[in-house]
């Protein structure tokens, strides 16, 4: 598991720039399905034929990061965030571009007061002194991913990315390791989540499936001072009952809760009080689809030092895996 | 001129009838189908001659404006905005309130009568009424009634050689490029040209006309915002007064699909029509909703830069509409030429 999510999170894929990390998961899947296929908006879907239910599991391929929207004269590059990106967590970062240029991102000197930072006020050094050289390695609408490798101390991942990677990677071993089923499944690696759940709304109405469970982090409440969140890391993977996008239908609330019982694994319940996720958009498309969520403890989630617990990640994949086999209608 | 027509009509989001009807009689006798939806929307179907393809243009019909919600004693209309307003731009203006164009001015308390605190701070909204004349309440609630629609009164104004001042052109300069292609030739491709409604308050009529239509492509023609003014850091500029239309990358609504934003951009340069990205990102447009319509749509929206947007006083360079209305047409004319094409931008390549 350790070695799949380093290849993964090590990709680049900004939202609505998911090419490469896409390529990554389909030759990680390939041969394991029926068919693949690439949507109009770059969802990846990947189906595993059978007569039963038609279930839809969603993880978002993209990640969060930075778009170049101008270049002074001097060869710094002013940007736009792509997703919620933190100026507070983005102070003193590397970014690296698709074409491999790195940029170390900081803010204007002549800021007084740390507390009015904004974006706007930061820009990215990419080590030119001229707008001429500047343009060679980056244009404008270039994107960057933020830099954070990928290291495992006993049970903790800490990784860039991890939001939604650790999720592909729950769905790629699930597909890998799936036992025969009856039930259809539609796995969607999907774009643009970070967006505002773009790839996830047209993939559901294209697949119109019966049940959708989608595999994505959350938040936690388990750090020095931090808010009221009953989740924990290592605590195992969480059951959704909602988020702003969504109150997650009770028949796959019941359909998480007896698989993960029935497998004996530690789970716990995600109360989300910020913040959207796929089956958010899934739920309300093609007329409506009973939606819910495996959700994956991590903290400092959209910072280059996501962390979460392997155990989690694994015991995610097993209830994923029981779900998509119980799941009768 | 087209445009001085357009702008000079009145449509404030939900009631667009005044502008729909003059489009709907401008096109007549240009297109094979006129339908209204039953939001509004008007679409104009230009059949092809090989309708393997659909492609759509979007302008939306609708501006920014305000609308009654009450009276004072004294025979003062009290009114909420309709779309994104700043505030601050109203004290001072004319308005016209309802079917019937009852004119009217925007004021506040003069500002001998304010306290220090007040002349401090703007005026808020729910300060200012309209002055139409009527010294009663009663007076006025027959000459006016609840939720009628209030536009701006600003006529249509060339300002130097180059420039123009209208309301409105946020979005009737999208709705006088699209009129100008339905008066043209049909294509190869089924041309569904929409002239939407409510975009200013939600993108709602083109999630409904992109829903029926679920074409193969979209463009989205816009006003959008120019930025390059006094006090405003050049890298904050949105876009640059003359130096030709602006495509946008991406937006709080839409990410438009690359390959065919580098397409039209370099369509552009490559035969020296001016051409500039939207350099931020905030904003958003009718693309938003269509690139999510159904199983997701290939999306790019051309502006033309428009100071001072969502105001009486907008103004854009006519050399920029030029070149928007260029860049359309040359589209077109390459997509016609290679109906193809318009299939080679989306990323659903079957691989299995």
């Known amino acids: ?329 | 001129m087209l445009l001085k027509e357009l702008t000079e009509l009145n449509g404030v989001s939900g009631n667009e009838d005044e502008v729909r009807e003059f489009i709907k009689k401008e096109a007549k006798g240009y297109c094979d189908e006129i339908t209204i939806d039953s939001i509004g929307n008007l679409i104009c179907l230009k059949k092809g001659r090989n309708p393997k393809y659909k492609l759509m243009l979007c302008a939306h019909m609708d501006e920014v404006g305000l609308m009654v919600t009450g009276y004072t004693e004294g025979g003062m209309l009290k009114f909420a905005a309709v779309g994104g307003i700043d505030q601050r731009i109203l004290l001072g203006k004319r308005v016209l309130v309802g079917d019937k164009k009852i004119s009217g001015v925007i004021g506040a308390k003069p500002i001998h009568l304010q306290q220090t605190s007040e002349r401090e701070s703007n005026i808020d909204i729910k300060k200012m009424y309209i002055d139409i004349g009527a010294d009663k309440k009663e007076e006025a609630e027959k000459l006016v009634s609840l939720g009628e629609y209030v536009a701006f009164y600003s006529k249509y104004l060339t300002l130097g050689d180059n420039t123009i001042k209208a309301k409105a052109l946020d979005d009737r300069v999208g709705c006088a490029i699209l009129l100008e292609i339905l008066k043209g030739k049909n294509y190869e491709f089924d041309l569904y040209i929409c002239f939407t409604v409510q975009e200013e308050v939600g993108l709602r009529g083109a999630q409904v006309a992109s829903y029926r239509i679920y074409p193969d492509m979209a463009l989205v023609i816009e006003g959008t915002t120019c930025s390059d003014v006094p006090d405003v850091e050049k890298y904050e500029y949105s876009t640059i007064l003359g130096e030709g239309a602006a495509i946008t990358i991406m937006d709080r609504g839409a990410y438009g699909n690359k390959k065919l934003v580098n397409y039209i951009f370099n369509l552009a340069k490559e035969n020296g029509v001016p051409v500039q990205y939207k350099q931020t990102t905030s904003g958003g447009n009718d693309a938003g909703k269509i690139q999510t319509a159904k199983g997701g749509v290939v999306v790019a929206a051309i502006s033309v830069p428009c100071r001072y947007i969502h105001s009486p006083v907008s103004v854009m360079s006519k050399s920029d509409f030029e070149s928007c209305m260029k860049i359309v047409h040359m589209s077109l004319e390459q997509f016609d030429k290679n109906p193809e094409l318009i299939n080679s931008f989306r990323d659903d390549l079957n691989m299995e």
Do not use: W
């Open chain 1, 1 to 329: 598991m350790f070695d799949l999510l380093k290849k993964l999170t090590q990709t680049t894929g900004v939202s609505g720039n998911e090419e490469e990390i896409r390529n990554v998961i389909k030759e990680e899947i390939k041969g394991k399905v029926d068919q693949i296929t690439v949507d109009t908006l770059g969802n990846l879907i990947a189906v595993k034929k059978g007569n039963g239910k038609k279930i839809m599991v969603a993880a978002h391929m993209d990640e969060i990061g930075v778009m170049a929207t101008f270049i002074d004269d001097n060869g710094f590059v002013r940007f736009s965030s792509i997703g919620g990106v933190n100026q507070y967590n983005s102070i003193g970062q590397k970014v690296r571009f698709n074409n491999g240029t790195i940029g170390a991102l900081h803010y204007e000197q002549k800021l007084d007061d740390l507390k009015n930072l904004k974006l706007s006020k930061m820009y990215i050094d990419i080590g030119v002194d001229s707008k001429e050289e500047a343009l060679k390695l980056v244009g404008i609408g270039d994107v960057a991913c933020f830099v954070g490798d990928c290291v495992k101390q006993g049970n903790i991942i800490i990784s860039k990315a991890l939001d939604d990677r650790s999720g592909c990677a729950v769905v790629i071993d699930a597909i890998n390791n799936m036992p025969k089923t009856e039930n259809e499944i539609y796995y969607v690696f999907t774009v643009q989540e970070e967006l505002g759940l773009r790839g996830a709304k047209t993939a559901a109405y294209q697949i119109k499936p019966d049940l959708a469970i989608a595999v994505d982090v959350t938040l936690t409440g388990d750090t020095p001072n931090s808010h009221l969140m009953e989740v924990k890391c290592g605590k195992g993977p969480a059951i959704k009952i909602k988020d702003r996008s969504i109150i997650c239908h009770p028949k796959v609330k019941k359909l998480l809760e007896n698989s993960a019982k029935k497998i004996n694994i530690p789970y716990q319940y995600e109360v989300l009080e910020a913040g959207g996720s796929d089956p958010g958009a899934i739920h309300i498309s093609a007329g409506g689809v009973p939606s819910g969520a495996i959700s994956i403890p991590c903290r400092y989630v959209h910072s280059p030092v996501e962390t979460a617990c392997l155990t989690d990640i694994e015991n995610a994949v097993k209830l994923l895996i029981e779900s998509l086999c119980s799941f009768s209608g």
